[in-house]
């Protein structure tokens, strides 16, 4: 599989085939999920959550996100590489908001940046855009609003909800999005935006009529059990491979069964000898 590109990934919702994304924090997850064949890796705010064990994602910063993805930019060599601009780190003005993507792309080597928000950022999306850096927007439940929802709240589900996110996706794509994640709204109303727009829609919690689907890894790996939302599928189970591991490894600490001499270096019998000898 070649490298991913904007273009690439867009070419694939002209080609009616489907988009994969996945989070990613670290250098050694990263490596497995790109050589594994996703599509795009995410370094999402989630990391806040998942990784930093907060209780959502407005505590992230961009030295937080910057961190991850040069983390994820070292293990991963095909996989497109969108890092997530944190709370209030495109908020201000489009000279703080561009200097802020600017480093991610810079200094974090991402390929794009993804921010959450339709009409009330649609200028910080243009003067990004025009900086020629590739921006995927995320509508729907965007967890940075999560105290003006009042929770995380499946979105869109009246007229007037469901006829702003319409709205809002259709702006971003006006304004030059290349890609737009749809976060919890019903899965009728992604189906209908993504017939709507020319642009991929890649869906979390929005059905399978949306061009791509994205999780988040600790979730389908089954490693992070704080909260799992309705619309993650577990794939594995590794919080339980990695207590057995681990329960294992201390019973043979304790017992003395680790480690064997196959996990040991040897030395000359002759140097242990004088070695007897030094008082
Ligand atoms: O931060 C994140 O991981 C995200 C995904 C849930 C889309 O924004």
Redesign the pocket.
Known sequence: MGKNTVTSIMKLKKENKKIT?L?AYDYSTAKLLDNAGVNCL?V????GMVMLGYEN?LQVTLDDILHHTKAVSRGAKNALIIA?MPFLTYHLDTYETIKNAGKLIQNGNAHAV?L?GGKEVVDKIEALVKAQIPVCG?LGLT?QSVNVFGGFKVQGKDIKGAKKIIEDAKLLEQKGVFAI?L?AVPYKLAKLISKEISIPT?G?GAGNGCDGQ???TQDMLGMYSDFTPKFVKKYKNIAKDITDAVKTYIKEVKNGEFPRKEHTFSIKEEVINELKDIK
């Open positions: 994304m989070t995410l999402g705010d989630s990391l994602t997530d993804k959450e995320h967890p994640v976060e890649i979390i994205v999780l988040v």
